[in-house]
């Protein structure tokens, strides 16, 4: 047997057992990269090679509790506890390459099926897709709750030949949850203690059950998106909704060791450059090996530049409003009938008009009343966010009879509804004007509270929520995000076991909601599609989707709060054309984007720099220029013809023809067969005036290819932008 180099190495780790120090009081977690193996090692090896970065020693035992991760599949590298005086000795060793901190990071139904068109014998995705049998979803976020009716596995065939995983519970698992894993150092079961990761994966993959309800609310039948698909658990976060990246990191390994086909992650943190985000490259090399990567966008909105999760081999995911309310009312003596939601809507509560009590010293109900008087009114407030549960406690230990809450201004048309556990209706700040009016100009102001339970119909839907974090973005500025949104207000699903969930489910709202149904509906889609692409099914859900979609304050929402659009699942299994990316155009993106070494790092390997690409060249579904001064931008890309083999289409562009005029060459594009590829430039340029140089510096549009027949409608939003 040779002795080669590698081995001779691997043999000097084994013999000369390499210790490490205990770690002091100052050490910190850090993600070391280091240069990847020249030859496969097998899981002992590689941990070993890897505790030989570690500093010198004084106990064996300590090496487990510095070296917190070993990661091979999507990220070379590791995990430890180390001060900086050890982490500067690191830095000196052959095959260190670059250092980051250990990040914290935050995670960020009965209805939402029909909304999005999902039922079965409907001839939809969810018949061709056998309801997403076959496709294994792995979930990152706070564990699981085992035994949950949601992981019931009536009608789930066992997981295909390609899982490798395994189950951390010691009863819980079955056909449905064939994987439960924790990730946390030193924690031995994944379960749930914060309902937020039962939450998401219940609405991912959640199988059907029947008389599902909170408090009665939102009762009938509850499924996820995919309600045949198989779910794996990979537990990265605390109950308290913290997530280290080191972490997070290990989920994204095992998973894809494990053969999971969609990663859905619920977390997120602020923007961060690609190549010194361990998630954005640690979710590249699952997109690589043919993983859809569903992200949450944050929950920063509505500011613009609050996005998380932004690379573009992710589907960033915004949150938006269904057409279901929790209907409770403000009637006034005159018969004005103020609407609003409650998740707090007693039986037994009086139908009579009641004193309203209201402050214009304390509008936010932050001050004790000057006497007793108020005592057996029903209070009016208006919450700062997040104060609800405070204030509703403040009033009912002051002797309220009932809390009419009036949201703020950021709010808008949104209400993110929270159990009070207090009889009591929100307001928006647009309707809650409305009572502010009456108040101020009566004498003895007074009104009852209607409650109404789970309202279907709700119009307008979708709205954006306020909360969404809004792009452009700023890790991508050349790419729109987000790119989609889904239902994430006020959403129905499964929780933990608690005197708030008593009957393990719960509402909450946030992009944390509105990931896993893009999740699952990217499940549906895999198993309808197997061989279609990650970029393949994005693309899908982004030219399909419909555009009509309000913000918070009830306009038309952009393309940076909405995405392309809200998710049309049943368009989205037929779409016509898709713009596929290879793994070779995202090298190409990333050398232009990184340079050589920078692609080299996130590739993990040697790439070819010749044919490096704009972010705006990325053959992405949706299209931004930046033409400067009064030169043209252009940009070219290539669709995928996954219709009928012979079909033509048409391409028509709807843009503020005053300030922009845009060409697409050639204008119509005719396949004689499935799969062919055709490819058509785009460009741009500002108009006489030239770019705008303040005020609304982006132009919004969209390209659309429409069918000969008229069948396939595939839209592209189409920006141009004199942002610098």
């Known amino acids: 047997m040779t002795l080669t180099p590698w081995l001779l190495f691997l043999l000097l780790v084994v013999f000369s057992n390499p210790l490490v120090a205990s770690p002091s009081s100052s050490a910190s977690r850090y993600i070391i990269q280091v240069e990847e193996p020249t030859e496969p090692l097998s899981e002992g090896s590689l941990k070993r090679w890897h505790e030989s970065f570690l500093p010198p020693a004084v106990e064996q035992s300590s090496v487990d509790r510095r070296l917190l991760h070993s990661y091979s599949d999507v990220f070379s590298g590791f995990a430890a506890m180390l001060t900086e005086e050890e982490l500067q000795e690191i830095r000196k060793k052959n095959g260190f390459v670059r250092v980051f901190p250990d990040r914290v990071l935050h995670v960020m139904t009965t209805h939402t099926q029909d909304f999005l068109g999902l039922k079965v014998g409907s001839k939809g995705l969810w018949d061709d897709s056998k309801l997403g049998s076959g496709v294994i979803i792995g979930v990152l976020d706070t564990g699981v709750t085992p035994g949950h009716p949601s992981y019931d596995d009536e009608g789930v065939p066992p997981p295909p030949s390609t899982w490798k995983g395994s189950c951390d519970l010691e009863t819980g698992c079955n056909n449905k949850l064939i994987g439960a894993r924790s990730m946390i150092t030193g924690w031995r079961h994944p379960i749930d203690e914060g309902g937020h990761g039962t939450h998401t994966s219940a609405t991912a993959g959640g199988n059907f059950i029947r008389n599902a309800s909170y408090f009665g609310f939102a009762k009938g039948t509850a499924a996820g998106m995919a309600p045949r698909a198989h779910l794996a658990i990979y537990q990265v976060c605390g109950?308290?909704?913290?997530?280290?990246?080191?972490?997070?990191?290990?989920?994204?390994?095992?998973?894809?060791?494990?053969?999971?086909?969609?990663?859905?992650?619920?977390?997120?943190?602020?923007?961060?450059?690609?190549?010194q985000d361990p998630i954005a490259i640690g979710s590249f090399a699952a997109a690589r090996k043919g993983i859809f990567v569903s992200c949450a966008g944050g929950n920063d909105g509505p500011d613009y530049f609050t996005l998380s999760n932004e690379a573009p081999w992710m589907l960033t995911v915004a949150a938006s409003s269904v057409d279901r309310s929790f209907r409770a009312s403000v009637k006034l003596p005159s018969g004005k009938v103020i609407p609003g939601e409650s998740l707090d809507q007693p039986s037994n509560f009086p139908e009579s008009y009641l004193p309203l009590y209201y402050s214009t010293e304390s509008p936010s109900c932050d001050m004790d009343p000057l006497d007793d008087s108020q005592r057996g009114s029903i209070w009016v407030c208006e919450v700062e966010l997040g104060g609800l549960l405070r204030v509703a406690a403040f009033a009912k230990s002051r002797g309220a009879r009932a809390l009419i809450s009036i949201s703020s201004k950021?709010?808008?048309?949104?209400?993110?509804?929270r159990k009070m556990d207090f009889p009591g209706v929100v307001l928006t700040i647009q309707e809650g004007s409305d009572l502010i009016s009456y108040l101020n100009s009566a004498s003895n102001p007074s009104a009852s509270i209607v409650f109404n339970g789970t309202v279907l119909g709700v119009s307008p839907a979708p709205v954006v929520a306020y909360f969404s974090s809004r792009g452009p973005s700023q890790a991508t500025p050349g790419i729109l995000k987000p790119d989609i949104s889904g239902p994430g207000l006020n959403i129905f699903a499964a929780y933990i076991h608690s005197h708030e969930t008593p009957d393990q489910y719960y509402i909450i709202s946030g992009t944390s909601m509105a990931t896993p149904h893009l999740s699952g509906v990217a499940a549906l889609l895999k198993a309808a599609h197997p061989t279609w692409s990650p970029a393949a099914i994005k693309s899908a859900i982004i030219t399909t989707a419909d555009v009509d979609v309000?913000?918070?304050?009830?306009?038309?929402?952009?393309?940076?709060?909405?995405?392309?659009?809200?998710?049309?699942?049943?368009?989205?299994?037929?779409?016509?054309?898709?713009?596929?990316?290879?793994?070779?155009?995202?090298?190409?993106?990333?050398?232009g984007k990184f340079g050589e070494e920078g692609a080299r790092n996130i590739a993990r390997r040697v790439v070819d720099c010749s044919k490096s690409v704009t972010e705006e060249e990325l053959n992405y579904p949706s299209i931004l220029l930046a033409p400067?001064?009064?030169?043209?931008?252009?940009?070219?890309?290539?669709?995928?013809?996954?219709?009928?083999?012979?079909?033509?289409?048409?391409?028509?562009?709807?843009?503020?023809?005053?300030?922009?005029?845009?060409?697409?060459?050639?204008?119509?594009?005719?396949?004689?067969?499935l799969n062919e590829q055709k490819s058509f430039t785009v460009s741009a340029k500002w108009g006489a005036g030239g770019p705008p140089t303040s005020g609304n510096q982006l132009v919004e549009g969209k390209l659309t290819w429409t069918s000969d027949d008229g069948k396939y409608v595939v839209t592209s939003p189409f920006v141009v932008s004199a942002l610098e």
Do not use: M, Q, W
Not at 248 to 273: E, H, M, N, Q, Y
Not at 565 to 586: E, F, M, Q, R, S
Not at 646 to 665: G, N, P
């Open 239 to 275: 109950g308290d909704g913290s997530c280290n990246s080191a972490d997070i990191l290990a989920g994204l390994d095992v998973a894809v060791k494990d053969g999971v086909d969609i990663l859905s992650l619920s977390l997120g943190g602020r923007s961060t450059p690609l190549d």
């Open 410 to 417: 950021t709010e808008g048309a949104t209400i993110s509804i």
């Open 550 to 591: 309000f913000d918070e304050l009830l306009e038309p929402a952009l393309y940076f709060a909405k995405g392309a659009g809200h998710v049309n699942p049943n368009k989205a299994a037929d779409p016509g054309l898709i713009y596929d990316i290879t793994n070779d155009d995202y090298i190409s993106y990333i050398c």
């Open 628 to 673: 400067k001064g009064g030169a043209k931008a252009k940009v070219t890309r290539t669709v995928t013809n996954v219709g009928p083999a012979k079909s033509s289409y048409t391409v028509s562009v709807s843009i503020s023809k005053t300030a922009v005029s845009a060409t697409v060459t050639p204008t119509k594009l005719t396949f004689t067969e």
